[in-house]
């Protein structure tokens, strides 16, 4: 209609009309690009919220397992302790997770074929995929503590409780000692983990904007070897 309109002016030299014709092109054009990208834009906002409220569930769910998992660890090394203190020679405590020995990765692999990395601050990517191999990493921790756990202390967990001590029992046997400090390690690393999860669910709608960080401070600590520092050489 506007095409036969602005042809029937050019014949007329009618060049007002044409004028105003091409300018309602214009207008139009603009218009329906302009509906497009604020289309585009909520569309993109409505997937960021989803994906960010995925994100937030999988983080709170960490969250809770690693505070519930840290707690009843040590409730039970402080009653081991305190057994332990009180002149009696308790086994070695030991904790084991129900279900599977490590978190899982699922979610964080979804987003990821999600273009999650189009949706966030680079930053926040990065720091993302940080905490959840950091996540995975603990969780090979565990792997390890826990397979000699099943295969060194189970076992004996039915023999009277002197095959875990040195001769005089005073103390743990070197092996089952060195296992329960992995599992006091382990708690530590999973209590990182969770205030690492706590400030980012806190945080995550800012972090996806601004590239703000929540990573913690994860220097290397060798302060348990200051004892092989000041040897006196042979």
Known sequence: MIIRRMAEAIREQNWFTVIVEIFIVVIGIFLGLQVS?????????????????????????????????????????????????AGKRPPPYYFRTPGSDTPPANVWDA?????????????????????????????????????????EVLPRMKQDTSVFYIEDGSRLKPEFETNMDLLQSWKSES??????????????????????????????DDSDQAVFKNQPEE
């Not at 959840?132 to 000699?148: P, S």
């Open 191 to 220: 209590e990182n983990n969770a205030n690492w999860a706590k400030c980012l669910v806190d945080n995550l709608e800012d972090l996806a904007v601004t590239g703000e960080t929540c990573v913690p401070n994860l220097a290397f």
């Open 111 to 151: 987003l990821l074929n999600m273009k999650l990395g189009e949706l966030v601050h680079p930053k926040l990517m990065f720091e993302l995929g940080f905490y959840y191999a950091e996540r995975n990493g603990v969780g090979l921790k565990y792997i390890r503590y826990v397979t000699f756990l099943e295969n």
């Open 37 to 85: 990208e604020w289309n585009e834009e909520r569309q993109q906002q409505a997937r960021t919220k989803q994906v960010l409220e995925t994100l937030r569930e999988d983080l709170q769910s960490a969250l809770a397992y690693e505070i519930q998992f840290t707690t009843q660890i040590q409730t039970g090394l402080d009653a081991w302790q305190e057994a332990y203190d």
